[in-house]
Nanobody, 124 residues
Framework: QVQLVESGGGLVQAGGSLRLSCAAS????????VGWFRQAPGKEREFVAV????????YEVDSVKGRFTISRDNAKNTAYLQMNSLKPEDTAVYYC?????????????????WGQGTQVTVSS
Protein backbone atom coordinates (compact mmCIF):
# COMPACT_ATOMS: atom_id res chain seq x y z
CA GLN A 1 0.00 0.00 0.00
CA VAL A 2 1.29 3.44 -0.93
CA GLN A 3 -0.24 6.76 0.03
CA LEU A 4 0.65 9.81 -2.04
CA VAL A 5 0.37 13.46 -1.06
CA GLU A 6 1.01 16.25 -3.57
CA SER A 7 2.06 19.75 -2.64
CA GLY A 8 3.52 22.84 -4.26
CA GLY A 9 0.63 24.00 -6.39
CA GLY A 10 -0.58 27.56 -6.49
CA LEU A 11 -1.22 30.65 -8.57
CA VAL A 12 1.57 31.89 -10.81
CA GLN A 13 1.89 34.30 -13.70
CA ALA A 14 2.64 33.07 -17.19
CA GLY A 15 6.35 32.44 -17.54
CA GLY A 16 6.74 31.60 -13.89
CA SER A 17 7.77 28.37 -12.20
CA LEU A 18 6.43 25.93 -9.66
CA ARG A 19 7.83 22.74 -8.17
CA LEU A 20 5.35 20.05 -7.29
CA SER A 21 6.23 17.39 -4.76
CA CYS A 22 4.70 13.97 -4.30
CA ALA A 23 5.46 12.50 -0.89
CA ALA A 24 4.88 8.78 -0.52
CA SER A 25 4.38 6.62 2.51
CA UNK A 26 5.60 3.05 2.60
CA UNK A 27 9.02 1.54 2.46
CA UNK A 28 8.65 0.19 -1.08
CA UNK A 29 8.26 3.52 -2.87
CA UNK A 30 11.57 2.97 -4.64
CA UNK A 31 10.11 -0.02 -6.47
CA UNK A 32 7.23 1.96 -8.01
CA UNK A 33 7.03 3.80 -11.29
CA VAL A 34 5.71 7.33 -10.73
CA GLY A 35 3.64 9.37 -13.13
CA TRP A 36 2.25 12.87 -13.15
CA PHE A 37 -1.12 13.60 -14.70
CA ARG A 38 -3.28 16.70 -14.91
CA GLN A 39 -6.93 17.46 -15.41
CA ALA A 40 -8.32 20.79 -16.51
CA PRO A 41 -11.98 21.70 -15.99
CA GLY A 42 -14.21 19.92 -18.48
CA LYS A 43 -11.33 17.86 -19.87
CA GLU A 44 -10.13 14.30 -19.41
CA ARG A 45 -7.17 13.44 -17.24
CA GLU A 46 -3.99 13.90 -19.27
CA PHE A 47 -0.60 12.25 -18.93
CA VAL A 48 2.26 14.66 -18.24
CA ALA A 49 5.41 12.70 -17.33
CA VAL A 50 6.65 9.37 -15.99
CA UNK A 51 9.81 8.22 -14.25
CA UNK A 52 10.93 4.65 -13.68
CA UNK A 53 11.70 3.29 -10.23
CA UNK A 54 15.43 3.89 -10.68
CA UNK A 55 15.06 7.24 -12.38
CA UNK A 56 16.88 5.95 -15.44
CA UNK A 57 13.84 6.17 -17.72
CA UNK A 58 11.98 9.43 -18.10
CA TYR A 59 9.32 10.42 -20.59
CA GLU A 60 7.43 13.69 -20.86
CA VAL A 61 4.54 14.58 -23.14
CA ASP A 62 5.50 16.84 -26.05
CA SER A 63 3.52 19.80 -24.77
CA VAL A 64 5.75 20.09 -21.69
CA LYS A 65 9.12 18.93 -23.02
CA GLY A 66 11.81 21.47 -22.36
CA ARG A 67 9.65 23.15 -19.71
CA PHE A 68 8.80 20.44 -17.18
CA THR A 69 11.21 18.01 -15.53
CA ILE A 70 10.25 14.92 -13.57
CA SER A 71 12.61 13.53 -10.94
CA ARG A 72 12.60 11.47 -7.77
CA ASP A 73 14.57 10.99 -4.59
CA ASN A 74 13.96 7.48 -3.33
CA ALA A 75 15.83 8.18 -0.10
CA LYS A 76 13.19 10.80 0.67
CA ASN A 77 10.26 8.82 -0.77
CA THR A 78 9.45 11.83 -2.90
CA ALA A 79 8.92 12.56 -6.58
CA TYR A 80 8.98 16.00 -8.14
CA LEU A 81 7.69 17.89 -11.14
CA GLN A 82 9.63 21.06 -11.84
CA MET A 83 7.54 23.31 -14.05
CA ASN A 84 9.14 26.27 -15.79
CA SER A 85 7.88 28.72 -18.41
CA LEU A 86 4.33 28.03 -17.34
CA LYS A 87 1.49 28.86 -19.70
CA PRO A 88 -2.20 29.50 -19.02
CA GLU A 89 -2.98 26.20 -20.75
CA ASP A 90 -1.03 24.41 -18.01
CA THR A 91 -3.79 25.33 -15.56
CA ALA A 92 -5.17 22.11 -14.08
CA VAL A 93 -5.27 19.90 -11.03
CA TYR A 94 -2.05 17.91 -11.02
CA TYR A 95 -1.96 14.37 -9.69
CA CYS A 96 0.89 12.04 -8.97
CA UNK A 97 0.35 8.32 -9.29
CA UNK A 98 2.33 5.18 -8.59
CA UNK A 99 2.26 1.80 -10.26
CA UNK A 100 3.73 -1.49 -9.24
CA UNK A 101 6.27 -3.16 -11.46
CA UNK A 102 9.13 -1.91 -13.55
CA UNK A 103 7.21 -1.04 -16.68
CA UNK A 104 6.29 2.58 -17.33
CA UNK A 105 2.98 3.72 -18.77
CA UNK A 106 1.24 6.86 -19.97
CA UNK A 107 -2.20 5.38 -19.33
CA UNK A 108 -3.97 6.51 -16.17
CA UNK A 109 -5.67 3.13 -15.74
CA UNK A 110 -2.27 1.44 -15.36
CA UNK A 111 -1.61 3.19 -12.06
CA UNK A 112 -2.51 1.66 -8.73
CA UNK A 113 -2.30 4.60 -6.33
CA TRP A 114 -3.21 8.27 -6.66
CA GLY A 115 -2.75 11.41 -4.65
CA GLN A 116 -5.54 13.88 -3.97
CA GLY A 117 -4.21 16.43 -6.46
CA THR A 118 -2.87 19.96 -6.22
CA GLN A 119 -4.25 22.95 -8.12
CA VAL A 120 -1.99 24.85 -10.49
CA THR A 121 -3.36 28.08 -11.92
CA VAL A 122 -1.40 30.12 -14.45
CA SER A 123 -2.63 33.62 -15.13
CA SER A 124 -2.00 35.44 -18.39
Amino acid sequence: QVQLVESGGGLVQAGGSLRLSCAASGRTFSSYTVGWFRQAPGKEREFVAVISWSGEYIYEVDSVKGRFTISRDNAKNTAYLQMNSLKPEDTAVYYCAAKRGSSTSTAHYAYDYWGQGTQVTVSS
